[in-house]
């Protein structure tokens, strides 16, 4: 029979799934990310001199007291009674999934190319990516989507649910304060090179486990899809290493050799053209029925990550009773 934590773990799954980001109520990542704000602005003007222990300090700062406030609120929770600690612990794992939201994008991106209107996809998918858009093509719109959809599977869905899995909603919070501070200072400019040097690597080290992990859901989903399963692995091990990221790479080769497409490639970020190299095995390119497919595979691999998760925990409890 699955067990108490198991049911909240896949109620929150479900609840992002069903609802979504809730853009109109108080969110704790955007409390995170203006917490981590004005932490930077005073240790900015505090430790001028050295900007890379000002932004070691914001990582403890910021990360230690979100696992601080997240299991004091959960004690408090369980304290007054165990549902309403339930309900309060669904609600923290629910925030940290983004599989719906993710998906609402993507699914904007295509309907607008295929209704034709190409200045509308461009727009809808530079809410996604960090990339210039105003010169993209219809098949490069899809392209950044599905690019997206591949990385963000990990950072939005698999990695949450890693540490919610291993240290229950505290853990996948703190997760979420890691991947917002790499979001806001994991930059390699001016600004953020030493500052954000702690972010951009922590964030790497918390992902390593759970990029890897999710290549074979990949592949197991890709079977369920009828896409390509069988590509998945040999496109992760020739391909995944070329991506300037450490982790991102595994979930891009996986969605390209499962959707036998190329992804990856020359880009441009701030009108400067990057020659990137291209990820998969694949030599397709990306459209809107690819992008259909990557949702789908998408959809399918975090269920399974989530079931066999749920699984893992109910079998470690039933070994150590």
Excluded at 177 to 202: E, Q
Aim: with cysteine; net charge neutral; glycine share 10%.
């Amino acid at each position: 029979m699955i067990g108490f934590y198991e049911l909240q773990l896949c109620t929150a799954f479900f609840l992002d799934l069903l609802v979504g980001d809730p853009r109109n109520m108080p969110h704790p990542v955007r409390g995170i990310g203006f917490a981590a704000s004005k932490i930077e602005a005073i240790f900015r003007n505090v430790m001028a001199k050295n900007e890379k222990g000002a932004g070691i300090l914001t990582v403890v700062l910021v990360v230690g007291g979100t696992i601080g406030i997240s299991w004091t609120i959960l004690q408090l929770s369980f304290f007054i009674h165990p549902w309403f600690g339930a309900a309060v612990s669904v609600l923290m794992l629910y925030y940290c999934f983004a599989t719906g939201d993710l998906a609402a994008h993507a699914r904007a991106v295509c309907a607008a190319l295929e209704r034709g209107e190409l200045q509308v996809a461009r727009q809808k998918v530079g809410m996604m990516v960090g990339r210039d858009v105003d010169n993209l093509t219809e098949g490069e719109v899809a392209q950044a989507a599905v690019e997206s959809v591949a990385e963000n599977s990990v950072d939005g869905i698999t990695a949450p649910l890693f540490y919610a899995i291993l240290f229950g909603p505290v853990g996948a919070m703190a997760y979420k304060a890691v991947n917002t501070l790499d979001s806001m200072f994991g930059y390699r400019n001016d600004r953020y090179l030493s500052f954000g040097w702690a972010s951009a690597k922590l964030d790497d080290v918390v992902n390593y486990l759970p990029a890897r992990l999710t290549v074979p859901f990949i592949a197991f989903a890709a079977w369920i899809n009828r896409l390509d399963g069988g590509a998945v692995f040999p496109s992760v091990a020739l391909t995944a290493r070329r991506h300037t990221s450490p982790n991102a790479g595994y979930p891009e080769a996986a969605y390209g050799g499962a959707l036998n497409v190329r992804l990856g490639g020359p880009r441009s970020y701030g009108g400067e053209r990057k020659d990137l190299p291209f990820i998969g095995i694949g030599d397709g390119d990306c459209s809107c029925r690819t992008l259909r497919q990557a949702l789908r595979l998408m959809y399918v691999s975090a269920f399974l990550f989530m079931v066999f998760g749920a699984g893992f925990v109910f079998l470690g409890k039933t070994i150590w009773q």
